[in-house]
């Protein structure tokens, strides 16, 4: 059974940094694709980032070179650096995992976090 464990998050000023920690486990395929999403109220939830099995990144235009994701030595977890942070940033952040890596697509990932949400005041 595949798990997928969100932590970090919390509230901070604009400006400010929050690193997002996912600790999966039960996936055992040596492909993969790990992505964060977040979902603000009202909004439709959007791909935020994502990291393959081959060391490839994708990130959204909105975080482009602000937000960093990377992989723990022992690849079951998966990081979301966050620097710079703006009210727009906030919203509940998901990590997700996938067989193959087809974008940012919601659709394309099959086992999900419950979240952990990240609040940025003005």
């Known amino acids: 059974q595949v798990q997928l464990l969100e932590s970090g998050g919390g509230s901070v000023q604009a400006g400010g940094s929050l690193r997002l920690s996912c600790a999966t486990s039960?996936?055992?395929?040596?492909?993969?694709?790990m992505a964060w999403f977040r979902q603000a109220p009202g909004k439709e939830r959007e791909g935020v980032a994502l990291?393959?099995?081959?060391?490839?990144?994708e990130y959204a235009d909105s975080v482009m070179g602000r937000f960093t994701i990377s992989q723990g030595t022992d690849k079951n977890t998966i990081y979301l650096e966050m620097n710079s942070l703006k009210p727009e940033d906030t919203a509940m952040y998901y990590c997700?995992?996938?067989?193959?890596?087809?974008?940012?697509?919601?659709?394309?990932?099959?086992?999900w976090g419950q979240g952990t949400q990240v609040t940025v005041t003005s």
């Open positions: 990291l393959d099995s081959d060391g490839d990144v």
């Open positions: 997700a995992v996938a067989m193959k890596c087809w974008g940012l697509r919601e659709r394309a990932f099959g086992y």
């Open positions: 039960g996936y055992t395929r040596s492909h993969y694709c």
